[in-house]
Nanobody, 115 residues
């Protein structure tokens, strides 16, 4: 069982920045594929960004150039830096750890973008 614990999120004005952190348990963190997903009210959960064990990244088109995912294997932590936030980025953000064939999810953190 992998525990996934997120921190970050909050309220920010349009154009502002936030950083999410996500810590995952286990001694094999370096081989986990880690991702951030989000779910807005009335919408399906969608992939925001993902980083593989080798550091390859993918992003949703809507966040390319604004969001950056990174990982620190020494700290078992993955980050999501969100810049130039827009009202449409408002959602609950979830961290995901993909371990072999299993998926583990964090509890979710709210991001509110409002003036």
């Amino acid at each position: 069982q992998v525990q996934v614990v997120e921190s970050g999120g909050g309220l920010v004005q349009p154009g502002g920045s936030l950083r999410h952190s996500c810590a995952a348990s286990g001694s094999m963190f370096s081989i986990y594929a880690m991702g951030w997903y989000r779910q807005a009210p009335g919408k399906q959960r969608e992939l925001v960004a993902r980083i593989t064990s080798s550091g390859d990244t993918i992003y949703a088109d809507s966040v390319k150039g604004r969001f950056t995912i990174s990982r620190d294997n020494a700290k078992n932590t993955v980050y999501l830096q969100m810049n130039n936030l827009k009202p449409e980025d408002m959602a609950v953000y979830y961290c995901n750890a993909h371990v072999v064939v299993n998926d583990y999810w964090g509890q979710g953190t709210q991001v509110t973008v409002s003036s």
